[in-house]
């Protein structure tokens, strides 16, 4: 088993919004960008109100 990492980055996206700025647009390119550049999704950050506010990330910091 890998040793975890001692210090973390951090990314956040928020979620495209169509026309009526209520409901998402499918970030699922972004989002396979991301993965592919080692960003490993953790939570989301949620309106008061309800809705997703930001989506975050993280990967390990590099150490060189």
């Not at 040793?3 to 169509?18: F, I």
């Not at 209520?22 to 008061?48: C, H, M, Q």
């Not at 109100?49 to 990967?59: A, M, N, P, S, Y």
């Amino acid at each position: 088993m890998a040793a975890e990492p001692d210090a973390w980055e951090y990314e956040t996206l928020e979620p495209p919004r169509g026309e009526t700025k209520k409901e998402a647009t499918d970030p699922k390119s972004r989002l396979n960008d991301l993965g592919a550049e080692g960003w490993e999704f953790v939570e989301t950050i949620d309106y008061v109100g309800g809705g997703t506010k930001l989506l975050v990330f993280k990967r390990p910091a590099d150490q060189s």
